[in-house]
């Protein structure tokens, strides 16, 4: 059973363009959370997914970031127009329907120059 | 809002030494404590978990006992080993529909030979 998957796993952009982090759940999990974690700091909650639905964004910015995780495909954390401050690892976990415990994947690291 | 302390770090051992690293938590329920690690470059691994009070993770030679009248989640090691040189994040999840993770800031370990 693979598990959870990210990609790219690193990721270049310049100011002002747009970020597309994507994350495929391990097999049988339906449910997606996106985290961001800054340097030297712990992980901090932006959003969680299930198939086509938005359950919670409290973490997510206002402005420039979105995400989906539509009935076919991966999840898809999207920043657009982004600054620096953006440059962040940004993981994604899953977890099966009523489970606690959530299973990490490998993380994107974004660099803005 | 629930939030989660962890002692700072970091924290440098010798092979075979005893190891604690202190977690506190505020919460307005009853929540599920975790104890996750991660590696270089890595994502997050579960390491141990605990669902109500006085329930013992334990995994790899470590341990952690919810402590409801401290709300504390101490993880310990009776003898490390330079493999586990990692940083350790404790984190909380409040359950009650709000499935979001709740992590402290994490503890950097290093153990020399």
């Known amino acids: 059973n693979a598990g959870v998957m990210q990609n790219p796993r690193h990721l270049v952009r310049r100011r002002g363009q747009e970020a597309r982090l994507r994350c495929s759940p391990m097999k049988g999990h339906s449910h997606v959370y996106w985290y961001r974690q800054l340097p030297e700091e712990g992980l901090k909650f932006m959003v969680y997914l299930q198939k086509e639905n938005i359950i919670d964004e409290s973490g997510m910015p206002k402005e420039r970031f979105s995400a989906e995780f539509p009935k076919e495909g991966p999840s898809i954390l999207r920043i657009q127009q982004v600054v620096r401050g953006d440059s962040a690892a940004y993981f994604c976990?899953?977890?099966?329907?009523?489970?606690?415990?959530?299973?990490f994947g490998p993380g994107t690291r974004l660099l803005v120059l | 809002g629930d939030s989660v302390t962890q002692m700072e770090g970091p924290v440098t051992l010798s092979e075979e030494a005893f190891l604690t690293i202190n977690c506190t938590y505020t919460a307005t329920g009853y929540p599920s404590l975790f104890w996750y690690v991660q590696y270089p470059g890595e994502g997050l691994q579960l390491l141990l978990k605990a669902t109500k009070a006085d329930d013992k993770g334990s995994n790899k030679g470590f341990e952690a006992t919810y402590r409801k009248e401290t709300t504390s989640f101490h993880l310990e090691k009776g003898s490390v080993q330079v493999s586990d040189s990692a940083v350790y994040f404790c984190?909380?999840?409040?359950?009650?529909?709000?499935?979001?993770?709740?992590f402290g800031k994490g503890t950097k370990l290093t153990v020399n030979p």
């Open positions: 984190a909380l999840a409040s359950g009650g529909g709000s499935e979001k993770l709740v």
């Open positions: 976990a899953s977890s099966p329907p009523s489970a606690e415990t959530q299973y």
